[in-house]
Protein backbone atom coordinates (compact mmCIF):
# COMPACT_ATOMS: atom_id res chain seq x y z
CA UNK A 1 0.00 0.00 0.00
CA UNK A 2 1.38 3.43 -1.47
CA UNK A 3 -1.40 5.27 -2.29
CA UNK A 4 -4.71 4.78 -0.78
CA UNK A 5 -8.38 5.71 -1.46
CA UNK A 6 -10.66 5.05 1.38
CA UNK A 7 -14.72 5.71 0.75
CA UNK A 8 -16.68 5.53 3.51
CA UNK A 9 -14.55 7.18 5.12
CA UNK A 10 -16.28 9.39 7.83
CA UNK A 11 -17.96 6.31 9.19
CA UNK A 12 -17.16 4.06 12.19
CA UNK A 13 -14.25 2.36 10.66
CA UNK A 14 -13.27 4.74 8.42
CA UNK A 15 -12.62 8.05 10.64
CA UNK A 16 -10.21 5.83 12.82
CA UNK A 17 -8.32 3.54 10.07
CA UNK A 18 -8.09 6.85 7.74
CA UNK A 19 -5.80 8.85 10.41
CA UNK A 20 -3.88 5.44 11.25
CA UNK A 21 -3.06 5.07 7.48
CA UNK A 22 -1.91 8.64 7.58
CA UNK A 23 0.35 7.67 10.14
CA UNK A 24 1.66 4.62 9.32
CA UNK A 25 1.89 5.62 5.41
CA UNK A 26 2.34 9.55 5.47
CA UNK A 27 -0.42 12.22 5.11
CA UNK A 28 -0.16 12.76 1.77
CA UNK A 29 -0.73 9.37 0.62
CA UNK A 30 -3.86 8.56 2.08
CA UNK A 31 -6.68 10.05 -0.13
CA UNK A 32 -9.69 10.03 2.31
CA UNK A 33 -13.49 10.49 0.88
CA UNK A 34 -17.41 10.15 1.84
CA UNK A 35 -20.34 11.15 0.35
CA UNK A 36 -20.98 13.99 3.51
CA UNK A 37 -18.24 16.63 3.82
CA UNK A 38 -18.54 17.21 7.82
CA UNK A 39 -16.20 20.61 8.59
CA UNK A 40 -14.37 20.29 11.50
CA UNK A 41 -13.68 16.36 10.98
CA UNK A 42 -10.02 15.40 11.69
CA UNK A 43 -10.42 13.27 8.24
CA UNK A 44 -11.15 15.62 6.36
CA UNK A 45 -8.71 18.72 7.88
CA UNK A 46 -6.12 16.55 8.93
CA UNK A 47 -4.97 15.25 5.32
CA UNK A 48 -6.56 14.61 1.58
CA UNK A 49 -10.45 14.89 1.65
CA UNK A 50 -12.44 14.76 -1.38
CA UNK A 51 -16.35 14.02 -1.48
CA UNK A 52 -17.05 10.76 -3.91
CA UNK A 53 -20.10 9.39 -4.05
CA UNK A 54 -19.41 5.84 -4.61
CA UNK A 55 -22.39 5.36 -7.07
CA UNK A 56 -20.01 7.78 -9.60
CA UNK A 57 -17.87 5.47 -10.83
CA UNK A 58 -16.45 7.84 -13.48
CA UNK A 59 -15.33 10.23 -10.56
CA UNK A 60 -13.75 7.32 -8.67
CA UNK A 61 -11.66 6.23 -11.79
CA UNK A 62 -10.98 10.04 -11.90
CA UNK A 63 -9.42 10.03 -8.66
CA UNK A 64 -7.64 7.16 -8.66
CA UNK A 65 -5.86 8.77 -11.62
CA UNK A 66 -5.39 11.86 -11.05
CA UNK A 67 -3.61 10.88 -7.36
CA UNK A 68 -1.85 7.85 -8.61
CA UNK A 69 -3.55 5.06 -6.51
CA UNK A 70 -2.37 1.43 -6.00
CA UNK A 71 -5.02 0.66 -3.28
CA UNK A 72 -8.35 0.78 -2.35
CA UNK A 73 -10.43 0.30 1.01
CA UNK A 74 -14.15 0.57 0.03
CA UNK A 75 -16.10 0.74 3.16
CA UNK A 76 -19.35 2.71 2.00
CA UNK A 77 -22.64 0.68 2.32
CA UNK A 78 -25.62 0.82 4.12
CA UNK A 79 -25.28 -1.28 7.65
CA UNK A 80 -27.73 -3.88 9.10
CA UNK A 81 -30.58 -2.39 10.47
CA UNK A 82 -30.74 0.22 8.31
CA UNK A 83 -30.42 -1.54 5.01
CA UNK A 84 -33.80 -3.80 6.77
CA UNK A 85 -35.56 -0.93 6.32
CA UNK A 86 -34.41 0.02 3.11
CA UNK A 87 -33.54 -2.83 1.51
CA UNK A 88 -33.28 -1.17 -2.25
CA UNK A 89 -31.62 1.26 -1.29
CA UNK A 90 -29.04 -1.52 0.63
CA UNK A 91 -28.96 -3.05 -2.75
CA UNK A 92 -28.07 -0.33 -5.03
CA UNK A 93 -25.36 0.86 -2.76
CA UNK A 94 -23.76 -2.27 -1.34
CA UNK A 95 -23.80 -3.94 -4.82
CA UNK A 96 -23.62 -0.60 -7.01
CA UNK A 97 -20.76 0.99 -5.24
CA UNK A 98 -19.07 -2.61 -5.12
CA UNK A 99 -18.95 -3.13 -8.45
CA UNK A 100 -17.75 0.57 -9.22
CA UNK A 101 -15.10 0.37 -6.72
CA UNK A 102 -13.59 -3.26 -8.03
CA UNK A 103 -14.47 -1.90 -11.80
CA UNK A 104 -11.82 0.70 -10.91
CA UNK A 105 -9.49 -1.48 -9.36
CA UNK A 106 -9.55 -3.80 -12.19
CA UNK A 107 -8.44 -1.06 -14.58
CA UNK A 108 -6.11 0.49 -12.60
CA UNK A 109 -4.17 -2.61 -10.94
CA UNK A 110 -4.86 -1.40 -7.30
CA UNK A 111 -4.90 -3.30 -4.53
CA UNK A 112 -8.49 -3.82 -2.64
CA UNK A 113 -10.04 -4.35 0.92
CA UNK A 114 -13.95 -4.42 1.62
CA UNK A 115 -15.19 -5.78 4.83
CA UNK A 116 -17.49 -8.49 4.81
CA UNK A 117 -19.61 -9.35 8.20
CA UNK A 118 -21.32 -11.55 10.37
CA UNK A 119 -24.58 -10.87 8.53
CA UNK A 120 -22.99 -13.30 5.46
CA UNK A 121 -24.43 -16.11 7.67
CA UNK A 122 -28.47 -16.86 8.52
CA UNK A 123 -30.43 -18.86 10.18
CA UNK A 124 -29.10 -22.63 8.68
CA UNK A 125 -25.68 -21.75 9.73
CA UNK A 126 -24.28 -23.80 12.15
CA UNK A 127 -24.61 -21.34 15.55
CA UNK A 128 -21.24 -22.07 17.79
CA UNK A 129 -17.64 -22.08 16.40
CA UNK A 130 -19.07 -21.09 12.76
CA UNK A 131 -16.38 -22.62 10.64
CA UNK A 132 -14.59 -20.45 8.26
CA UNK A 133 -16.46 -22.72 4.83
CA UNK A 134 -20.11 -23.40 5.83
CA UNK A 135 -23.70 -22.75 4.81
CA UNK A 136 -24.24 -19.15 4.17
CA UNK A 137 -27.99 -18.75 3.72
CA UNK A 138 -28.76 -14.83 4.86
CA UNK A 139 -32.38 -13.75 5.64
CA UNK A 140 -31.68 -10.19 5.63
CA UNK A 141 -30.78 -8.05 2.69
CA UNK A 142 -27.65 -6.74 4.54
CA UNK A 143 -26.82 -10.42 4.49
CA UNK A 144 -27.43 -10.96 0.86
CA UNK A 145 -25.15 -7.93 -0.35
CA UNK A 146 -22.66 -9.25 2.23
CA UNK A 147 -22.54 -12.91 0.52
CA UNK A 148 -23.01 -11.61 -3.26
CA UNK A 149 -19.75 -9.62 -2.17
CA UNK A 150 -17.53 -12.15 -1.00
CA UNK A 151 -18.34 -13.82 -4.19
CA UNK A 152 -18.02 -11.07 -6.32
CA UNK A 153 -14.38 -10.16 -4.73
CA UNK A 154 -13.70 -13.49 -5.21
CA UNK A 155 -14.60 -13.86 -9.14
CA UNK A 156 -12.68 -10.79 -9.02
CA UNK A 157 -9.09 -12.24 -8.17
CA UNK A 158 -9.97 -15.53 -9.77
CA UNK A 159 -11.04 -13.88 -13.45
CA UNK A 160 -9.34 -10.77 -13.80
CA UNK A 161 -6.55 -11.03 -10.94
CA UNK A 162 -7.52 -7.87 -9.02
CA UNK A 163 -5.63 -8.86 -5.32
CA UNK A 164 -8.65 -8.37 -3.40
CA UNK A 165 -9.10 -8.86 0.77
CA UNK A 166 -11.57 -8.82 3.20
CA UNK A 167 -12.73 -10.04 6.43
CA UNK A 168 -16.46 -11.00 8.08
CA UNK A 169 -16.21 -8.34 10.98
CA UNK A 170 -18.22 -8.99 13.98
CA UNK A 171 -19.97 -6.21 15.53
CA UNK A 172 -17.50 -2.80 16.37
CA UNK A 173 -17.28 -1.26 19.23
CA UNK A 174 -15.38 2.28 19.48
CA UNK A 175 -15.67 5.27 21.14
CA UNK A 176 -14.47 7.79 18.47
CA UNK A 177 -17.46 7.78 16.07
CA UNK A 178 -20.91 6.64 16.84
CA UNK A 179 -22.07 3.50 14.71
CA UNK A 180 -23.93 3.96 11.44
CA UNK A 181 -26.91 1.56 12.00
CA UNK A 182 -26.08 -2.04 12.98
CA UNK A 183 -27.56 -4.84 15.07
CA UNK A 184 -24.59 -4.59 17.66
CA UNK A 185 -24.79 -0.70 17.90
CA UNK A 186 -26.76 -1.64 21.60
CA UNK A 187 -22.54 -2.76 22.94
CA UNK A 188 -21.95 1.01 22.68
CA UNK A 189 -24.63 2.47 23.15
CA UNK A 190 -24.45 1.42 26.77
CA UNK A 191 -20.89 2.21 27.37
CA UNK A 192 -22.53 5.73 26.95
CA UNK A 193 -25.43 5.38 29.30
CA UNK A 194 -23.37 3.44 31.52
CA UNK A 195 -21.39 6.99 31.81
CA UNK A 196 -24.37 9.26 31.48
CA UNK A 197 -27.60 7.78 33.32
CA UNK A 198 -25.56 4.61 35.26
CA UNK A 199 -28.53 2.67 33.34
CA UNK A 200 -29.26 1.09 29.92
CA UNK A 201 -32.27 -0.13 28.12
CA UNK A 202 -31.46 -2.90 25.78
CA UNK A 203 -33.25 -3.63 22.48
CA UNK A 204 -31.06 -7.15 22.52
CA UNK A 205 -32.98 -9.81 24.55
CA UNK A 206 -31.38 -11.19 27.54
CA UNK A 207 -29.08 -14.64 26.44
CA UNK A 208 -28.74 -13.67 22.69
CA UNK A 209 -24.75 -13.85 21.87
CA UNK A 210 -22.86 -12.27 19.20
CA UNK A 211 -19.29 -11.67 18.16
CA UNK A 212 -17.90 -8.37 18.96
CA UNK A 213 -14.10 -6.39 18.59
CA UNK A 214 -12.70 -3.15 19.78
CA UNK A 215 -12.19 -0.79 17.16
CA UNK A 216 -7.98 -1.05 17.40
CA UNK A 217 -8.13 -4.56 16.78
CA UNK A 218 -10.20 -4.16 13.96
CA UNK A 219 -7.90 -1.41 12.27
CA UNK A 220 -5.09 -3.56 13.02
CA UNK A 221 -6.53 -6.53 11.23
CA UNK A 222 -7.37 -4.39 7.92
CA UNK A 223 -3.53 -3.36 7.85
CA UNK A 224 -1.93 -6.45 8.71
CA UNK A 225 -4.29 -8.39 5.82
CA UNK A 226 -3.35 -6.02 3.68
CA UNK A 227 0.42 -6.50 3.90
CA UNK A 228 0.10 -10.09 4.54
CA UNK A 229 2.39 -12.41 1.43
CA UNK A 230 -0.69 -13.36 -1.20
CA UNK A 231 0.27 -17.01 -1.48
CA UNK A 232 -0.43 -17.15 2.09
CA UNK A 233 -4.21 -16.54 1.76
CA UNK A 234 -6.38 -19.46 0.63
CA UNK A 235 -9.68 -17.08 2.11
CA UNK A 236 -9.17 -14.18 0.51
CA UNK A 237 -12.16 -12.08 0.87
CA UNK A 238 -13.78 -13.36 3.82
CA UNK A 239 -11.52 -14.02 7.10
CA UNK A 240 -13.91 -15.09 9.94
CA UNK A 241 -12.70 -12.83 12.44
CA UNK A 242 -13.62 -12.48 15.83
CA UNK A 243 -12.13 -11.50 19.60
CA UNK A 244 -14.91 -12.05 21.94
CA UNK A 245 -18.49 -13.49 21.94
CA UNK A 246 -21.19 -11.86 25.02
CA UNK A 247 -24.59 -11.36 25.77
CA UNK A 248 -25.72 -8.08 27.40
CA UNK A 249 -26.07 -9.66 30.24
CA UNK A 250 -22.26 -9.87 30.46
CA UNK A 251 -21.08 -6.93 29.14
CA UNK A 252 -23.43 -5.28 31.89
CA UNK A 253 -21.49 -7.48 34.23
CA UNK A 254 -18.47 -6.29 32.95
CA UNK A 255 -19.37 -2.30 33.11
CA UNK A 256 -20.26 -3.23 36.87
CA UNK A 257 -16.58 -4.42 37.32
CA UNK A 258 -15.95 -0.27 37.10
CA UNK A 259 -19.45 1.08 37.70
CA UNK A 260 -21.08 -1.05 40.57
CA UNK A 261 -24.37 0.62 40.47
CA UNK A 262 -25.05 0.10 37.00
CA UNK A 263 -28.55 -1.77 35.63
CA UNK A 264 -30.29 -2.83 32.86
CA UNK A 265 -33.69 -3.80 31.57
CA UNK A 266 -34.72 -4.85 28.59
CA UNK A 267 -37.56 -3.48 25.88
CA UNK A 268 -36.38 -5.51 22.89
CA UNK A 269 -36.74 -4.20 19.13
CA UNK A 270 -38.12 -6.89 16.94
CA UNK A 271 -36.54 -6.24 13.55
CA UNK A 272 -32.76 -6.11 15.26
CA UNK A 273 -34.18 -8.84 17.28
CA UNK A 274 -34.81 -10.95 14.60
CA UNK A 275 -31.48 -10.12 12.82
CA UNK A 276 -29.40 -10.99 15.80
CA UNK A 277 -31.10 -14.28 15.70
CA UNK A 278 -30.34 -14.71 12.88
CA UNK A 279 -26.38 -14.69 12.82
CA UNK A 280 -24.25 -17.11 14.54
CA UNK A 281 -23.21 -17.27 18.48
CA UNK A 282 -19.47 -17.28 18.13
CA UNK A 283 -17.49 -17.72 14.88
CA UNK A 284 -14.31 -19.65 14.26
CA UNK A 285 -11.03 -17.73 13.04
CA UNK A 286 -8.75 -20.19 12.96
CA UNK A 287 -8.23 -19.04 9.03
CA UNK A 288 -7.53 -15.82 9.69
CA UNK A 289 -4.83 -16.95 12.49
CA UNK A 290 -2.93 -19.47 10.25
CA UNK A 291 -2.77 -17.28 7.11
CA UNK A 292 -2.28 -14.36 8.54
CA UNK A 293 -1.25 -14.20 11.95
CA UNK A 294 -4.75 -12.59 13.02
CA UNK A 295 -4.16 -12.01 17.06
CA UNK A 296 -6.36 -9.42 18.44
CA UNK A 297 -5.62 -7.96 21.80
CA UNK A 298 -8.45 -6.96 23.60
CA UNK A 299 -11.02 -9.12 25.70
CA UNK A 300 -14.49 -7.68 26.86
CA UNK A 301 -13.19 -6.96 30.35
CA UNK A 302 -9.93 -4.77 28.47
CA UNK A 303 -12.31 -2.89 26.27
CA UNK A 304 -14.70 -2.54 29.27
CA UNK A 305 -12.10 -0.15 30.51
CA UNK A 306 -10.54 1.47 27.30
CA UNK A 307 -14.18 2.20 26.60
CA UNK A 308 -15.01 4.10 29.59
CA UNK A 309 -11.98 5.70 30.07
CA UNK A 310 -11.94 6.94 26.86
CA UNK A 311 -15.65 8.32 26.46
CA UNK A 312 -15.08 9.45 30.09
CA UNK A 313 -12.98 12.26 29.11
CA UNK A 314 -14.50 12.79 25.54
CA UNK A 315 -17.91 13.25 27.24
CA UNK A 316 -16.76 15.25 30.19
CA UNK A 317 -17.81 13.00 33.16
CA UNK A 318 -15.70 12.90 36.33
CA UNK A 319 -14.00 9.14 36.39
CA UNK A 320 -10.94 8.85 37.60
CA UNK A 321 -8.88 5.90 37.18
CA UNK A 322 -11.11 3.09 36.83
CA UNK A 323 -10.96 0.31 39.35
CA UNK A 324 -12.20 -3.29 38.64
CA UNK A 325 -14.46 -3.73 41.50
P1 LIG B 1 -20.85 3.61 8.69
O1 LIG B 1 -22.32 3.53 8.43
O2 LIG B 1 -20.40 4.11 10.02
O3 LIG B 1 -20.16 4.53 7.58
C1 LIG B 1 -20.47 4.44 6.22
C2 LIG B 1 -20.00 5.71 5.54
O4 LIG B 1 -20.34 5.60 4.15
C3 LIG B 1 -20.68 6.98 6.07
O5 LIG B 1 -19.71 7.93 6.44
C4 LIG B 1 -21.53 7.45 4.90
O6 LIG B 1 -21.61 8.87 4.79
C5 LIG B 1 -20.80 6.86 3.72
N1 LIG B 1 -21.66 6.71 2.53
C6 LIG B 1 -22.96 6.37 2.49
N2 LIG B 1 -23.39 6.33 1.23
C7 LIG B 1 -22.33 6.67 0.44
C8 LIG B 1 -22.14 6.80 -0.95
N3 LIG B 1 -23.14 6.63 -1.84
N4 LIG B 1 -20.90 7.14 -1.39
C9 LIG B 1 -19.88 7.34 -0.52
N5 LIG B 1 -20.01 7.23 0.81
C10 LIG B 1 -21.22 6.90 1.28
O7 LIG B 1 -20.24 2.18 8.37
P2 LIG B 1 -18.97 1.43 9.05
O8 LIG B 1 -19.45 0.86 10.33
O9 LIG B 1 -17.79 2.31 9.01
O10 LIG B 1 -18.84 0.19 8.04
C11 LIG B 1 -17.94 0.18 6.94
C12 LIG B 1 -18.01 -1.18 6.28
O11 LIG B 1 -17.72 -2.19 7.26
C13 LIG B 1 -19.36 -1.56 5.68
O12 LIG B 1 -19.16 -2.33 4.53
C14 LIG B 1 -19.98 -2.43 6.76
O13 LIG B 1 -20.94 -3.33 6.21
C15 LIG B 1 -18.77 -3.16 7.28
N6 LIG B 1 -18.97 -3.70 8.63
C16 LIG B 1 -19.11 -2.87 9.70
C17 LIG B 1 -19.31 -3.40 10.97
C18 LIG B 1 -19.47 -2.52 12.19
O14 LIG B 1 -19.76 -3.03 13.28
N7 LIG B 1 -19.26 -1.22 12.07
C19 LIG B 1 -19.37 -4.79 11.13
C20 LIG B 1 -19.25 -5.62 10.02
C21 LIG B 1 -19.02 -5.06 8.77
Known sequence: MKKILVTGSLGQIGSELTMRLRELYGEENVLATDIRHVDGNPVVENGLFDTLDVLDGDRMQKLVNDHHIDTIIHLAALLSATAEKKPLLAWNL???GLVNALEVARNSDCQFFTPSSIGAFGPSTPK?????????????????TKVSAELLCD????????????????????????????TTDYAVDIYY???????????????TYMDMMYMPDAIDSIIKLMEADSPRLKHRNAFNITAMSFEPEEIAASIRKFIPEFTMNYQVDPVRQQ???????????????????????????????????????????????????
Open 94 to 96: NMG
Open 275 to 325: IADSWPNSIDAAAAKEEWDFNPRYDLDRMTKSMLENLAKKLGIPFGEPVLV
Open 128 to 144: DNTPQDTIQRPNTMYGV
Open 193 to 207: EALKNKKYTSYIAKG
Open 155 to 182: YYFAKFGVDTRGVRFPGLISYKTLPGGG
